[in-house]
Structure formats: C-alpha cells, structure tokens
C-alpha cells in the first residue's frame, strides 16, 4: 500500500512539473546522468553522437571536494570518460548528506584505489600536513577527534608544518610547547539562566541569548583588549535559526556584523509594509492589506483613528462597506487632528500612486511610495535604520527582476512577493557591509567551509540535538537502499506499547538514520574548528543533567571535564594539548542587559547622522552605474539633461516635472515654444494629458463620440480617483481635446477589435530593456499600427513641426513594433488640438538596424556613466536646479517646487 501511495505520488508531482515546466534539482542531475551515458536529451535519442561531443578523452578532470558526492554524481564523472581523473576531497569534512550526499562513495573509491580494485591504474596520496592552522589549535582537534565519541583512535592526527619539513616524513613525534602566551584555543560554558521569571529574579533567558551574550562579549574582548581586527573574527553556528539573537548581542556592543546571508527578508517590518501598499495600489478592496498599511509608519493611523474608521458606515452603494469605503465616507470629525492629517496624507498619496498601476517602473514605484509619505527617513531614525533602506532597495532590485521577465505587471509582483513570503522565507536580508569591510562575520558552519579566520568563535554548541528519522515527526522513514517504513506517530503509551506502532523495517531504518546524522555532526564540528587560524573559542550553555544530548555536552565529556565547571578561567592540560575552561556566570548577563537597555534608548531617539540621508549629490563620472532597464521616458529625460537624470533617476531626487506619465517626450518646454510655462500652467498642462490618456483608454470604441455629461462624469470619477485637481477651464479643455479625437482619421485603428490601449513593450537594446508604453498598438495583418495621442499647445506651428521633437520616440516605439514580429510599423502622432492632420513616420523591417542605431546613439551616454549638465533654456524650470553645479543660484530663479534634501 505504501509502494502505491508513494507511486501515486511521484506521478502526480512529475505530471505537476511537466505542466509548469520546470525541473527540479534531482531532475537535472538524473538528466545530466542520461546524457552523458545514453545521449539522451529529454528523451530524444542522440545517441553516441550527443555522447561523443562530450567526451572528455583528451582531458584531465579534477573533482574538488569529492567527498560531498553521491553514487548518481559519481556516474556522471564516469559518464564522461576523461582521460584522467583527480578526485581530492576529505571524508572528515563531508557535511551534505541534506542534500544526498553520500561519504560511503567517497570510501569506496578511496579503498579501490588502494587495494588496486577498479580499473588498478590509480593511487592514492595523503595530504595531512595542515598549512593553515596553529600548533595550538591543531593539537586541540588532534586530541579532541581521537576521542570516543568523535572519530576515536583511528582519526589521523593532522601536522603542522613545523613538526616535519616532509609531509611524508615517518618522524611525527609532536613538538613541545613554547610557554611564551596563554593557550589560544577556549571552551567558554554560558551558565543557564533561572527558568523562572518571577519577581525579583532574573529575567529568564534563552540558552541562545545566553550563548550570544558570551559570544559578544568575548568578540568585545578581542577588540578592545587583544587589538584584533573586527574582519579577523568570525562567528559560526551550526544553523541559522537564531542568528538574529546573536546579532543583536553583537550591535549592542557596537560590533558592526556581516551576515553571510540571513533569511526572513519578507517578514521584516519595511519589507511587509511596502508588499501591503503594493496590495492596496493592486486592489483598494484588500482589507487586510489596508489596515496593515494604515498602521504602518507609512500612514501611522493610531487604533483608536482606525476604530472610528472601521465604525464609519461606508456612503456608496454596492460596496459592501469595506474598509476603503468606510475611509472615503469617514467622518471627519470625529477623528484626532493627528489621525485626520495621516488619513489625508494617505488618500493624497494614493491618490498620486494609483495611476501608476500597469506602467512600467515596478521598482521605482516603490521608490515613490518612500518618497510620498517620507518613509526613508522614517526608517532611518529606526534603530538599524541603514538596514532597513537596504532591504526596501533589495525589494525594488526584485522588482525590476520581476519586471524584466515579466513586464509591469504590478498584481503579478505582488502575487510572487506574498507567495515566497508565505511559502518559506529563507530569503536573506539585504547586507549593508561586504566581507571586505572591517566587520565580524557571522556565518553557518556549512558557509564557511573553504574558508578560514585567524579567530573562530564556534557557537550554538548548547542547543539539544536530536538525530534520527529525519526528525521526530517523520510518517514515513526511507532507507537508502529504498526500504520503507511507516510509523504511526503518537500511538506510544507508556504502559502499553514501547513505541510508535510501526510497519516495515522503520526502526531499522531510524537508527541507520540516527547513526549517520551523529557521524555527520561530528564532522560538523570538525569543519568548524579546522577554520580557525590562530584562536579557537567554543561556547554552549551549560549541558543539563535531563534533556537530550548538547554538542558542549559531547565536547566536555570528550576533554574529560566532568563535575563542577570552574566560575574562573582555568588552564586545563590534557596530552599535547592545553587549553583554558570557563563557566560565564548569570551576573555578566544582567550587566549587558541593562547595557542592551541603553544602548536601545539612546538608538530610539538618535538623529541619523546627516550623512546616512544625503547622498553624494554630484555624480562620479568615472564610476558607470550601468542600468539594466530604462523607460522610453528615462531616454527622454536624459536627453533631455543627462545631469538632471542624474539627480532625478540615479539620486531619486526631484519630482520628474514633465515626465509624470513616462512617455510625454520632450520635457518642459520644447524648441517651439516662445514663452516659458509657469508652475501652474505646467502642472495643468501635465493633469490635461494625463485625464486624456485616461479618459481616451476607458471610453469604449463607438463611432460616435462621447455624450457630453458621460465624458464629464468619467473625467470626474476619475479626478476624484486621483486625488487631482483640475480648474473648470482646464477641465473643459482636456474634454474638448478628448471629442477632437473623433475628427482625427486613425479613430478606426483606436476603435479596431484588435487595439490595445496603454500597451507595455519591452525589448533589448545594447545589453538594456528599453520598456515604454504605447497608447495604442493595431496589429493590421503585417502592418502594426502605433497611435500616440498628444495634447501640446500648438501655438501657431503645424503638427508637421512639433512631430520633429518625436522621432525619437518613434524610433523606440517602431522598434519595439518590429522586434515584436511586425514586418513594417506605422507610427501616428496625433495632436489633438489639430486632430485632423495626424503625422506619420513609417518603417519596414528593412530599416530596423538604423533605428537600433538610432537607439543605441541615444543609450549611449547613458549607459557610459556620463550625466554632465546640459544647459539651456529649461534650466530655469529645472526642479533639481538648485543642487546642480551647472547653474548658479542667480541664474536658478524658481524655487518653490523643488526638492528639500536633508
Ligand atoms: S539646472 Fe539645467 S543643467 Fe542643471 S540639471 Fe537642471 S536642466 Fe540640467
């Protein structure tokens, strides 16, 4: 029955694969087995063919770490026929069984080699002289791992390079001590804390907080009175899961950590809040999503603001009062002025960001939210505030993943973002210091391995380990031979049965388990002090007399160190070896609590420093930040000014005036216009075309134009929805040039069955996405039509002039027409304040090599690094004007809409 359930099994969970088309990691290593034995490519015979292509007979192939493989990786090197093979691997360091890796191979082969089995041509050479670590510590893991419990007697006992000058030398008699320093290698025991917390006792700690306690401590120590280096010392632990006790100790003593990589990237505080905004851009209707949001530092809404809110009764019919009903029907009154300012603050800022939904730009839209509720430097007056910013850039990079394999499809980010987050979050946090910097590195032993340190602090050692079965709670016990055994878990009754009722070989199959998990440990121990160059320090809290078996408990016991633990450091001799022994007491605890209590307050109330906000404004030229993606409106912008790029994309300074819907071409003012625009005209002028677009993609096709009052009721719903404001005369202005469109002839593309409006396209260009949006894009058999409305004031020029400003844009545009399959592309600006005389720009595939150039001249700058200021008319409405060295204050004389930094 069970061979049934687990066939039943495998062929549902191969069909699930086959359907989303994907492999998993046993299927590439089974199909690279099948290739290079059979030729097989997903099961299309090549043959000996596909297999001699690549052999590698003429080659010599060196295996690193052999003793991590397994019987299926080792066919595959087989597979390969290599002229010659060099395995080098070392079984006291195989640490992979997790992931199927398989000591016996690496046995089997080592005993082959050297009783002339296999083929007989082979040998092997031992490599025991240790060229990394000292005498001290060498003589440490000598002692220790010859002793039962560890690998006993038989373990070959690793040289330093002073015993003997020849590795092979028979002369490895040990080399007596000097007694010029303490022994560098320590064992320091953290004293359990009371378990209870009652009044007047000390606070209960966890073994872990005791342990890292110890661990900060002594790091502290080296520091400040051995002068080591914080990148000399490196802190290991078996596994990840309390590596955030540990980092906190070690910041509360002002240790600055880097984090090999961490895990728990979607449930920190920022990465949730900006997910749930995301949420609500995606649907306003998600409550959960909004109250997240509403309490978050983003909007800040206090309980009793969110209680009045959630108790309003929601004045639109057919919602079903949800919370964004009840907010938008709030009453006003009723709230704090406090609450009243986040509530408006939110709807504005909503308001702002909804219509950015769909466009292109997933990362910077995060970017925008910070920016629109100041939500960096929020986070930066938080403690590890630097981190935080991090995180959020680790989620815009995600984003922009996201977008370059999918497009700008916000409710899909969001729909990866949540289910990764709920699935299993191992994703690491962001670092905000390399390994290269000075900082103590923090790390699981496996990530280590192949690496060392002058110092090692070997932590974690206190935890009860427990072996056997996979875990405790396994049904089903597999051996790798492929027996079975099923168990049925809690059917043990003290009085009754000895143990879970069992079917098949499970027991057996539990101790081989058990054993092999044991040995593996020991290894793992291994592992770890072989790291250390010249200092050793182990920690684990006090074995317990009850419970199961600690690694510090099997560590003790293999130094011979039973009874009592001495409370002051104490010197302990034990064959060629010597090292000191001590317990940390309960008191030291307190002490660095209170200090952690400090530290905590101080970090609540702390100013950033100024530097953590303000960026270096002025851009290293010579430093190329080479984007991966650029919108059409970016090009525009750089072409525009490559230093006001530099302020606005790279810096995230400024607020993109005259970019605000991302393709509107030339910027502020244009070469035909005569006067400047002032503030208000160019805000109105960008809400006009920003409510055609709108007003132009939610009409459905007719051959008649819009009735009047329905036209000013979606322009209403959507002012409303937008939180913008237009005055009546502009409002009427975006409606007549909206019915102009009527009169243009490309209203029979618009209206086509095959149109899309607001049509996102991506495409590479000179090693970049260029992405962008088309208003509208008509596939017409081979011809695709591209319509793109505009509502610039003619002021006297023909739309045949005003065009010349675009053909940029109908390069890209055309381009990515092209590169989407069409054979030749129609371009169509249509002014609308002359709708009638639309003007075109046509291409065949013919001429697309000369639109790439034209695209590539136009990256170009961009992508070298090269963001010098181009002056000109339009500096005088630059937003960014005032912290650009291009121009001095005098010649900048608008202020009052720019950017306040710092
Ligand atoms: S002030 Fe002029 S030169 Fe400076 S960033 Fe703005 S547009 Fe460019």
Redesign the pocket.
């Known amino acids: 029955m069970v061979n049934r359930l687990l066939f039943a099994f495998h062929e549902e969970y191969q069909a699930l694969k086959r359907e989303r088309g994907v492999l998993d990691f046993a299927d590439l290593e089974l199909k690279a087995r099948d290739l290079v034995l059979r030729g097989d490519v997903f099961g299309s015979r090549g043959g000996e063919q596909t297999r001699a292509r690549l052999s590698l007979a003429e080659a010599v192939v060196l295996v690193d770490e052999f003793q991590d493989t397994n019987e299926l990786q080792c066919s595959i090197l087989e597979g390969l026929g290599a002229a010659r093979l060099l395995m080098v691997g070392d079984e006291r360091q195989s640490i992979y069984r997790f992931r199927g890796a398989d000591v016996t191979v690496f046995r089997k082969r080592e005993q082959e080699l050297e009783t002339g089995g296999g083929d007989g041509s082979g040998g092997v050479r031992r490599l025991d002289v240790n060229h990394r670590s000292s005498r001290e510590v060498l003589s440490f893991i000598n002692y220790l791992f010859a002793q039962e419990g560890f690998f006993g007697p038989d373990f070959v006992r690793l040289i330093h390079p002073e015993e003997s000058e020849d590795s092979l030398s028979s002369d490895r008699s040990p080399v007596p001590f000097s007694d010029r320093h303490d022994p560098l290698v320590e064992v320091l025991v953290a004293e359990r804390q009371a378990e209870s917390d009652k009044e007047g006792e000390p606070v209960t700690q966890t073994i872990q907080e005791a342990e890292a306690r110890v661990v900060a401590d002594r790091v502290r120590r080296l520091l400040d009175e051995e002068k080591r280096k914080e990148s000399d010392v490196a802190v290991l632990l078996p596994a990840y899961t309390y590596v955030d006790v540990y980092q906190r100790a070690l910041r509360e003593r002002g240790i600055e950590v880097y984090l090999t990589r961490g895990r728990q990237f979607f449930s920190r505080e920022e990465v949730r809040d900006l997910i749930a905004f995301l949420r609500v851009l995606v649907n306003p209707l998600d409550d959960l999503a909004l109250v997240t949001v509403l309490r978050s530092p983003l909007v800040g809404l206090s309980d009793d603001g969110l209680y009045l809110v959630s108790r309003t009764t929601p004045n639109t019919v057919g919602q079903k009062g949800t919370l964004w009903e009840r907010i938008r029907g709030a009453e006003r009154t009723a709230l704090s002025s406090a609450d009243l300012a986040c509530l408006e603050r939110f709807l504005t800022g909503f308001a702002r960001l909804r219509p950015r939904v769909g466009r292109p730009g997933l990362g910077r839209l995060i970017d925008e939210i910070m920016s629109t509720f100041d939500y960096d430097f929020r986070l930066l007056r938080l403690p590890d505030g630097k981190r935080r910013l991090a995180n959020v850039r680790k989620l815009m990079r995600m984003a922009n993943e996201y977008e370059g394999l999918s497009g700008p499809d916000l409710a899909g980010l969001v729909e990866v973002l949540r289910s990764r987050g709920d699935a299993d979050d191992r994703e690491g946090e962001a670092p905000i210091l390399g390994e290269a910097d000075n900082v103590v590195q923090l790390s699981t032993i496996h990530q280590a391995k192949g690496l060392e340190f002058p110092v090692v602090i070997l932590a974690g050692l206190g935890s009860d380990v427990s072996h056997g079965g996979g875990g405790p709670k396994s049904t089903v016990v597999i051996g790798d031979d492929g027996r079975v055994g099923v168990f049925l878990r809690g059917s043990r009754h003290h009085n009754y049965e000895e143990s879970d009722l069992c079917w098949g070989p499970g027991a057996d199959i539990e101790e081989e388990i058990r054993a092999k998990e044991e040995a593996e440990d020991v290894r793992l121990l291994y592992v770890a002090m072989t790291r250390a160059k010249e200092h050793l320090v182990l920690v684990g809290a006090e074995p317990r007399d009850t419970g199961g078996p600690s690694r510090m408990k099997r560590i003790l016991r293999g130094l011979g160190i039973d009874g009592e633990l001495p409370q002051e450091e104490t010197l302990v001799e034990r064959g060629e070896t010597r090292f000191l022994v001590r317990l940390v007491g309960q008191a030291e605890g307190e002490k660095g609590r209170r200090e952690r209590q400090r530290t905590e307050e101080n970090l609540g109330s702390a100013e950033p420093p100024a530097s953590t906000i303000l960026p270096a404004l002025l851009p290293e030229v010579s430093h190329v930040m080479r984007p991966r993606q650029v919108s059409f409106s970016s090009i525009s912008l750089y072409q525009l000014?490559p230093?006001?790029f530099f302020?606005e994309r790279v810096l995230g300074l400024g607020e993109e005036a005259g970019f605000a819907r991302g393709d509107e071409g030339p910027g502020l003012s244009a070469p035909w216009e005569t006067t400047l625009p002032d503030e208000g005209e160019r805000r109105a002028g960008l809400e006009v075309g920003l409510l055609v677009h709108a007003l132009l993609e939610r009409l459905e096709s007719r051959e008649l134009p819009p009735a009047a009052e329905k036209l000013r009721q979606l322009a209403e719903d959507w002012l409303l929805e937008t939180g913008l404001g237009l005055e009546e005369p502009e409002l009427d202005r975006a409606l007549q040039l909206t019915l102009a469109f009527w009169d243009s002839p490309l209203l029979s593309v618009w209206a086509s069955p095959r149109a899309i409006k607001e049509a996102p396209f991506l495409f590479e260009q000179a090693g970049v996405a260029v992405s962008g949006v088309m208003d509208v894009f008509c596939p017409e058999n081979d011809l695709a039509r591209i319509v793109d409305y505009k509502t610039n004031r003619l002021g006297g020029r023909s739309p045949v002039e005003l065009a010349q400003a675009y053909t940029l844009q109908a390069a890209v545009y055309s381009l990515a027409a092209l590169r989407g399959g069409a054979s030749a592309v129609q371009m169509d600006f249509v002014f609308l304040e002359q709708a009638r005389d639309p003007v075109s720009f046509v291409y065949s595939c013919a001429q697309e090599a000369d639109l790439e150039a034209v695209v590539e001249r136009a990256l170009a700058g961009l992508l070298q690094g090269d963001y010098r200021?181009?002056?000109g008319e339009?500096?005088r409405l630059?937003p960014?004007?005032e912290l650009?060295d291009?121009?001095t204050a005098t010649e900048?004389p608008v202020a009052d809409w720019r950017v306040a930094v710092g």
Do not use: E, S
Request: proline share 6%; net charge positive; with cysteine.
């Open positions: 000014c230093r006001r302020f200021p181009r002056q339009d500096c630059c960014v004007g650009c291009g121009l900048h």
